[in-house]
């Protein structure tokens, strides 16, 4: 119910949560919404630091593209750097 949720802090707080226990749907639905320049600035950003969190495969890749966009610059750092120290 919380994944369907009106409200997108609803649903990111609902896929972190499923994101927490390896639910590989989750996963997915954070990256797209990282990738998804029309998204919110702040749900990307959560998205990307839910992703660095659970060391997700594919948070570098995201992480790395992310250099080019201002806004979300550190986060990127941030979460490259988060996921380099948990290599």
């Given at each position: 119910?919380?994944?369907?949720?009106?409200?997108?802090?609803?649903?990111?707080?609902?896929?972190?949560?499923?994101?927490?226990?390896?639910?590989?749907?989750?996963?997915?639905?954070?990256?797209?919404t990282?990738?998804?320049?029309?998204?919110?600035?702040?749900?990307?950003?959560?998205s990307?630091?839910?992703?660095?969190?659970?060391?997700?495969?594919?948070?570098?890749?995201?992480?790395?593209?992310?250099?080019?966009?201002?806004?979300?610059?550190?986060?990127?750092l941030?979460?490259?750097?988060?996921?380099?120290?948990?290599?």
């Amino acid at each position: 119910a919380l994944l369907k949720s009106m409200n997108a802090e609803v649903r990111v707080r609902a896929v972190r949560l499923a994101a927490v226990f390896g639910d590989k749907a989750a996963f997915a639905e954070l990256r797209r919404t990282v990738a998804d320049g029309k998204a919110d600035l702040e749900l990307r950003r959560s998205s990307l630091a839910a992703l660095a969190e659970a060391n997700d495969a594919e948070a570098a890749k995201l992480a790395l593209a992310l250099l080019k966009t201002p806004p979300l610059r550190g986060d990127a750092l941030r979460a490259l750097g988060s996921l380099e120290a948990a290599e």
